[in-house]
């Protein structure tokens, strides 16, 4: 537990210094939204694409991590759909429990792994991104459109986002220049390297801007759901899955991270633009946020 602990550590008290940051207003103005623009559309996909680039990806056993992740996800979707009329909820507020139940912080995988294992952790965290990412999108619009939360013109947008989303381009990239043997030439590599490490400090930092605390004061049926399944159902799953497939420890640790990861911070932007539940969403957010600091840690310990 105090290997798990000094791991995760300080990833924690980095979301926990963005939170007093968010409460202070500091800095002032527009920076924080601006900051979280240039990690997603920057930063971010600079760390996956240096990552996968240059990663043996042949050492990451795909297939088996791919059956334990979407397996899982596939199953509490379908799970959730299921139930859906014995929730009760509002069709926007059914959007926001099925992204508070599927969705997953990035950031926060991403760094985990690296603390848990290193570069060997970060591989296996790029290629659950890009295994993760398409899936978890095209579900969250798919729930969209079926709950009829949004029109003709928002269906459109949401296509068209989806098809432009940095995280998975970069995937794609990353994958494509391994395959091709080409990699990152020259200056190229350290480059895009060097802008990917600082992807995951402010994310972090920016994950605990984007809390709200006084939406924890909303406890409903969605919020019960979606956090039974996140942080307890979906871990517990994924790691039974992982232990059937025979996934190695490196492999197995990064599945189990990732399953129980809190909801994503920009879940919360996806409710507003799509007719979602947007304060479902956020107490959510920071509800997941702040019981993964304890939770996370308990799941890791399982496995040692």
Known sequence: MEGVGSALGPLFL??????????WRQPGGDFW????????????????????????????????????????????GLLLWGLRQRLGLEPAAFTSTLQGALRFNTYVGV???AA?????????????????VPMVNVLCVVSFIAAGTLGTASLGRSLGALARNPLILACLAGIGLNASGVGLPGWSAPTVELLGRA?????????????????????????????????????????????LLG?????????????????????????????????????????????AMATLPLWLKLVG
Request: glycine share 10%; no cysteine.
């Open 33 to 76: 939204p601006q900051m979280e623009r240039l990690i997603y559309f920057l930063l971010f996909p600079a760390m996956l694409v240096s990552t996968l680039a240059g990663a043996d990806v042949g050492q990451v056993p795909v297939a088996r991590l791919a059956l334990a992740l979407l397996g899982a996800l596939g199953l509490f």
């Open 111 to 113: 760094a985990g792994a």
């Open 247 to 291: 996934l190695d420890p490196v492999s197995r640790d990064v599945a189990l991270l990732f399953a129980a990861l809190p909801t994503a911070t920009s879940a919360y932007i996806l409710a507003r633009q799509l007719g979602g539940d947007a304060e479902l969403m956020a107490a959510l957010i920071t509800g997941q946020t702040l019981l």
């Open 116 to 132: 848990l294992h290193g570069k060997a952790g970060t591989t296996v965290a790029a290629v659950a991104v890009a295994l993760l």
């Open 14 to 23: 980095l979301i926990l210094l963005g939170a007093g940051l968010g409460r």
């Open 199 to 243: 992807a995951l400090p402010l994310g972090l930092v920016a994950v605990g801007v984007a809390l709200r605390p006084a939406a924890l004061l909303r406890l409903d049926r969605g919020v019960w759901a979606a956090n039974l399944i996140k942080l307890v159902l979906m871990p517990a799953t994924v790691l039974a899955l992982a232990l």
